[in-house]
């Protein structure tokens, strides 16, 4: 019975291990990675409108990261 606790671990060890990577992205590889399809939000515009959304329904006016709030503590 208390090699079940001892799978578990190693198994959670073997996992969060498997997705550490070491290869650096070579100079030929970039372009790949800078496809607009690549990207989080692939339409700047899609992302401003995300943006207003959230403002307009937390009441609160920066918020990427920065302090302040509706409730005028900064």
């Known amino acids: 019975m ?10 959670s060890l073997a996992l969060l291990v ?3 990577t070491l290869e650096e992205v070579k100079p030929w ?6 496809k607009e399809s690549m990207q ?3 339409d ?3 992302q401003l409108l995300n943006q ?3 403002f ?3 009441a609160a006016s920066g918020g990427e990261g ?5 409730c005028g503590c900064n």
């Open 2 to 11: 208390h090699t079940l606790p001892l799978i578990t671990i190693t198994a």
């Open 18 to 20: 498997s997705g550490c």
């Open 29 to 34: 590889q970039r372009n790949l990675l800078a």
């Open 40 to 42: 989080l939000i692939a």
């Open 44 to 46: 700047p515009s899609e």
């Open 52 to 54: 207003h959304l959230y």
């Open 56 to 58: 307009s329904k937390e």
């Open 66 to 70: 920065v302090g302040g709030g509706g």
